[in-house]
């Protein structure tokens, strides 16, 4: 198994999506992509990609948005990432839009397996090896892309239960809840990429593929999962988040 997760690695392309609008935190980075907020002296962008370089991926692809030439001038600066490949959209095409774009543009390899990850989806404790095993497991399985999900939901606000008669015999304040999230990082085989070209219908940009691709791909029984401590995961989505990961990473 080792030498297949090995091999695996060496031939999976790292696709680092950073399009969307970072409307929510616009008072606090101004121009500034949310990919290269800096938290201790490092920035997400960094964070996101330090342990992808450091287990051997080789390969990495960025579908860039809004502020996307900040991002590449400081991703080929600093070096961060081997055999870069930059695609800076003109217009919002979503996830689902800009994959199907890199398919078709021939930045990504349809011949190799992809792994797709977010700057600002902050992993506590990301661990690229173990993914990588365990999505191969799912493979084995009959499984063509795997999911990284939360094993809890952290709930905002209180859980209320209440009888018939409108008496409340359950009060919990911002419970986790037995429900699995999303964290956004997907793993994706060769074989489910026809599933981009052929859902993803580019006169209805922007498309997410959360939304068309993933929900077929999960009926056809084609989708893993791979669990992982909900407090690993910080989306750093809004000045909530930016300041939860402020506090983690101190």
């Known amino acids: 198994m080792e030498n297949k997760i090995k091999e ?22 101004g121009e ?3 990919a290269l ?14 342990p992808f370089k450091e287990e051997g991926f080789q390969d990495f692809v960025f579908l860039l948005g809004k ?3 900040k991002i590449q001038n400081f991703v080929n600066q600093k070096s961060l990432a081997p055999n870069a490949k930059f695609f800076i959209e003109s217009q919002r095409l979503g996830k689902g839009g800009a994959m199907k774009n890199a398919l078709k543009m021939g930045l990504i390899d349809k011949e190799r397996p992809c792994l797709i990850v977010f700057p600002d989806d902050l992993f506590l404790k990301r661990n690229p090896h173990q993914f990588v095993a365990e999505h191969l497991a799912g493979k084995e399985k009959g499984c063509i892309s795997s ?11 209180g859980v209320v239960k209440k009888s018939e008669s409108n008496f409340v015999f359950y009060f919990e304040e911002k419970p986790y809840l037995n429900v699995s999230l999303n964290t956004g990082m997907f793993i994706f085989e060769p074989e489910a990429y026809s599933y981009f070209e052929n859902l993803i219908d580019m006169e209805k940009i922007p498309v ?35 300041k ?7």
């Not at 999911?147 to 606000?157: A, R, S």
């Not at 056809?220 to 750093?236: F, H």
Request: aromatic share 6%; charged share 25%; net charge negative.
């Open 37 to 50: 907020i800096n938290i201790n002296n490092k920035t997400l962008l960094e964070y996101c990609l330090e």
């Open 147 to 157: 999911v990284i999900v939360t094993d809890k939901m952290k709930c905002d606000y």
């Open 244 to 250: 939860k990961a402020r506090n983690s990473l101190n």
């Open 8 to 29: 695996f690695i060496k031939n999976c392309q790292v696709i680092v999506i950073a399009g969307g609008q970072g409307s929510r935190l616009a008072h606090i980075t």
């Open 208 to 242: 997410e593929y959360e939304e068309v691709v993933a929900p077929v791909l999960a009926e056809k029984n084609l989708l893993y999962s791979i669990e992982i401590p909900a407090e690993n995961w910080i989306p750093v989505n809004d000045e909530k988040g930016l």
């Open 32 to 34: 500034l992509p949310k």
């Open 67 to 69: 502020g996307g030439e």
